[in-house]
């Protein structure tokens, strides 16, 4: 970014001498200061909000009429054992499912790779289509499609197992805790595969075609290609995104989880975002914002790690 | 260095601009918003002149323009403009049209925050109880003081005339004395009686057919229709698709408010009901209670009950996972056996064809049933309908609703939420001969299949569902006596109707119980705990917002662990459940939330006496 710009200041510089008007570096400063504002708009501005979090606030009572409580939001978190039990079992069920999805995260990577090995188009395109699609399907939708397949009285799955005679009472697949983080990792895959693969196809054509040559002069074989090529060519690109879900680690959203959750499997399910949602965002907001809060201050926290470990490891950073 | 400079400059003075805008945006919702104690003033003169009267009415107000109103209603399932047959009375008497903001379908309580955040709530508000909302709306100064400037003396002369406790109620509980923000819902004139129509809210129902065809047995208890029920699923196990029927069919999707949602209703047929939001269960009639979780809690033991229904096969498995439209589905595909309330079962099964083939839904009472039955209400229900603080016209407002409480406005839309109104006069009912109202061919037409028929243009046309009032609030409660025929508001109440000729199921449910209605089953035989609905004189407690939390909390945790119980494989697992539950709501708080809810169940016993 602040190498181009500079070389453009520096030829008009060089060219023409001092010029009428604004001078190049201010220009560009210009152009610039839109998105300077709009960051501050909608990045730094809200965090005036956290004064929320400090307060007995109720919407529809300005601020200043309600009791300043100091951190009494904060200490109710860990109020008592049992809401202390409350708080790890949530928080172990978040560290669960966003560590599943680091480690899940090469799965885009893989399907990137095969699809880009792919040679007939018209079927690569068709199933980069058909893996698209779930993405733009609310998770609702997805719990109604999944309600039709493995409901247990009427479900496609159980009807068909019945049938076939390998079992004789319907399975409950949607109202039981076993297995609930994989399922959810599974739907979440489901939904989001083809989409989290565009960046790496993205990555791939950038990759320099005279490489595959040349290895194929040396004898490669495909497999051969993708190792030595095609991986080290998208590593990049993945690694970037990595550090960034890292920062995102306890910020699991709540559609999915919410649309999925029912009383067997809501000791399981149960992630950070999901439990604010469930016991306070309708009519508590200090607490909400509270435990945003300290979200917020995680993410960063951890943001931060995860680029000096990257920083020690490969000699690359991202901020 | 200079660019530093520059950039600091620019930077500070975005923030300068930045926070004018958004301080600009508060000072216009400030006024209202900081003036909780003195009413906001604003709304009252932004009305147009009142010199130019091109139709005066009764209240001398002009009507010849067309005032579109914002009605933003936290009970409504419907969200747009109004249409069809309401639309049209409404447009024709008032020139008013009604655009219905809905929270329920746009995000819930989180939608009716950000109004309230926002500063404004529409023109019309109506609020689906008088807890938490209301009163900071009030504080907020975000709704018309009704009482200010003589809007409602001078534009709803029928509601104070009529109606004068449901006023005095808004001002001493609300109000601070002197000002009105609301008027509570299902408001009556007559303090005494059961207020339901012709249907009590439960039943039980079971599906009439089978019940006759296993003998009709005798039934004492709750406990006593799960042998009964299995029978009739032993002599129907299938229905017409082939698909398997059970008796209960469950939904978690109304789950909330402390509770599984469907767990309470055996409490209600044995004259309890809970106190919203609370841990007690209280007698209608009575001041008696008892702990949610206790023993002798028909919480605990309806959960005991599905457990078993749930061994015996009777509990459809999907009750968890599925949804209430999934259920409504079952009922109209002839799956499921057993309906707790008159309007779900017979509602959704007993169509004309079914009937035609000797197949429907009743109620089928037990012996010990003792019906909770909300009695009529002179102060107004809990449901309330406000006017916001920056309305466009009030007194044309004030003149809209005072109409819903006089003879006319109550006949074409008494009712909300299940019942069905009357429709317009001289479409689907009309006055007979006698001067009494009686139900056209066409009305019984159209309540018997709301969306499927068609009204006719000169009426406004579209179906007669979506044509209804939309808004979803009951103004005067539908069994009210409507004054002009000394019958009461709703359809279904009339002699007339009540007279004509019966079908099958009818008939032989009325040979059996000797009576016309349930209603009447219940009154006659005295299985009936009516509440008086009083009002005690002072503003209403509430819990203070860490108790709040605690509460909810604690609810979520029962919800969770009632599903568990119900469905636990074995005794020994359900103990087990059951002793885990109870161990963790403790922990949690449980025993503050009890002396909470004692109070609050003092506070009903006061409130009761004020009616006695």
């Known amino acids: 970014m602040r190498s181009p710009s500079t070389n453009v ?56 009429d309600t009791e300043f409580v100091g951190f009494k939001w904060f200490k109710s978190i860990v109020a008592n054992q049992t809401q202390m039990e409350e708080v790890l079992r949530v928080l172990k069920n978040t560290v669960a499912m966003s560590a599943l999805g680091i480690i899940t995260s090469v799965f885009p990577v893989a399907f990137a790779i095969l699809l880009s090995e792919i040679k007939t188009s018209w079927f690569r395109r068709f199933v980069q289509t058909l893996t698209t699609i779930p993405n733009f399907i609310s998770w ?31 399975i409950n697949f949607l109202a039981t805790n076993s297995n609930i983080w994989l399922t959810m990792i599974a739907w979440y895959w489901w ?48 690694f970037v995104l990595l550090i960034l879900s890292i920062g995102n680690f306890i910020n699991n959203g709540v559609d999915q989880y919410f649309a999925f959750q029912n009383a067997m499997n809501k000791d399981s399910i149960e ?49 | 260095m200079r660019l530093k400079r520059t950039l600091i400059l620019m930077l500070s003075l975005a923030i300068v601009v930045v926070m004018a805008a958004c301080s600009k945006g508060n000072n216009s919702s400030s006024p209202s918003a900081s003036s909780s104690s003195a009413p906001p003033a604003s709304s009252a003169s932004t009305e147009p002149a009142e010199s130019a009267s091109a139709s005066p009415e009764a209240t001398g107000l002009d009507h010849s323009e067309t005032l579109k109103l914002t009605v933003f209603s936290t009970t409504a399932n419907y969200a747009g403009p109004q249409i069809g047959w309401f639309a049209k009375a409404i447009k024709d008497k008032f020139n008013i049209e009604l655009d219905i903001v809905a929270s329920n379908l746009t995000g819930g309580d989180t939608k009716i925050a950000a109004m309230m955040a926002s500063g404004n709530l529409g023109d019309i508000v109506i609020w689906g109880d008088d807890k938490n909302h209301y009163p900071n709306a009030i504080k907020g100064g975000l709704l018309l003081d009704l009482a200010k400037d003589g809007l409602l003396d001078t534009y709803g002369k029928d509601i104070v005339a009529t109606y004068p406790k449901a006023i005095e109620k808004a001002k001493v509980a609300f109000g601070s004395g002197s000002s009105v923000f609301g008027i509570g819902n299902n408001v009556a004139s007559n303090p005494t009686g059961p207020s339901e129509g012709k249907d009590m809210t439960w039943g039980p129902d079971l599906r009439w057919d089978l019940y006759q065809q296993v003998g009709s047995p005798e039934i004492n208890s709750a406990a006593d229709y799960l042998p009964v029920l299995k029978q009739m699923q032993a002599l129907e196990p299938k229905n017409a698709q082939g698909k398997k029927t059970y008796a209960f069919s469950l939904w978690s999707d109304w789950d909330g408010n402390y509770k599984m949602t469907l767990a309470k209703q055996f409490a209600n047929m044995y004259g309890y009901d809970e106190i919203v939001d609370t841990a007690l269960y209280t007698k209608a009639d009575e001041e008696k209670y008892y702990d949610f979780l206790s023993e002798e809690s028909w919480y605990m033991k309806s959960l005991k009950l599905y457990f078993d229904a749930n061994q015996m096969g009777l509990l459809d498995p999907d009750s968890l996972t599925q949804k209430f439209d999934d259920v409504v589905a079952k009922y109209k595909d002839g799956r499921l056996l057993f309906s707790w309330f008159p309007w779900m079962g017979a509602a959704n099964y007993n169509t004309a064809e079914n009937i035609e083939a000797g197949k429907g839904f009743a109620t089928v009472p037990f012996k010990e049933e003792v019906m909770y039955s909300t009695g009529f209400n002179v102060y107004g229900g809990n449901g309330i309908i406000s006017i916001g603080a920056d309305a466009k016209d009030p007194k044309r407002i004030m003149e809209f609703i005072n109409w819903f409480y006089t003879p006319e406005g109550g006949m074409i839309s008494a009712g909300g939420g299940t019942a069905v109104p009357n429709g317009p006069k001289g479409l689907t009912w009309d006055v007979g001969a006698d001067g009494k109202p009686v139900i056209t061919d066409f009305g019984i037409k159209a309540y018997a299949d709301q969306q499927n028929t068609q009204i006719p243009e000169e009426f406004g046309g579209g179906d007669y569902y979506y044509g209804a009032n939309q808004m979803n609030f009951s103004f005067v409660v539908p069994a009210e006596v409507n004054p002009e025929f000394g019958e009461p508001y709703d359809h279904n109440l009339w002699q007339t109707t009540l007279k004509r000729n019966p079908n099958k199921l009818e008939s032989s449910w009325r040979e059996k119980y000797g009576v016309l209605t349930p209603k009447e089953y219940f009154v006659k035989n005295n299985k009936i705990a009516v509440a008086p609905q009083g009002f005690t004189g002072k503003e209403p407690l509430v819990m203070d917002k860490t108790l709040e939390q605690k509460n909810k909390l604690i609810g979520t945790v029962i919800q969770q662990y009632s599903w568990k119980m119900v469905y636990a494989k074995n005794e020994d697992q359900y103990n087990k459940i059951k002793q885990e539950m109870l161990d963790k709501v403790k922990g949690l708080g449980y025993d503050e939330v009890i002396a909470f809810s004692i109070k609050k169940a003092e506070e009903l016993y006061e409130a009761r006496k004020s009616v006695q």
């Open chain 1, 9 to 64: 200041a520096h030829v008009t510089d060089h060219g023409s001498g001092p010029r009428r008007g604004i001078p190049n570096k201010y220009k560009l400063f210009l152009m610039a200061f839109p998105f300077l504002v709009t960051t501050f708009i909608f990045y730094y501005l809200p965090i005036s909000g956290w004064i929320y979090a400090f307060y007995d606030y109720t919407p529809g009572i300005p601020l200043s």
């Open chain 1, 140 to 170: 609702i939708l997805v719990y109604a499609l999944a309600f039709t397949l493995f409901s247990v009285d009427n479900g496609v799955v159980n009807t068909l197992l019945i049938k076939l005679g390998i079992i004789e009472e319907g």
């Open chain 1, 191 to 238: 939904k989001s595969l083809g989409w989290g693969a565009i960046l790496y196809l993205a990555a791939i054509t950038g990759i320099d075609q005279e490489l595959y040559e040349a290895a194929e002069v040396d004898g490669a074989n495909r497999f051969r290609k993708i190792w030595h090529i095609t991986v080290p060519g998208i590593i990049p690109t993945f």
């Open chain 1, 271 to 319: 992630v950070l975002d999901l439990y604010v949602y469930n016991i306070a965002f309708a009519n508590n907001f200090p607490f909400a914002t509270a435990v945003s809060m300290l979200k917020s201050v995680v993410s960063v926290f951890l943001l931060f790690m995860a680029n000096s470990l990257s920083k020690l490891v490969r000699g690359e950073t991202i901020i």
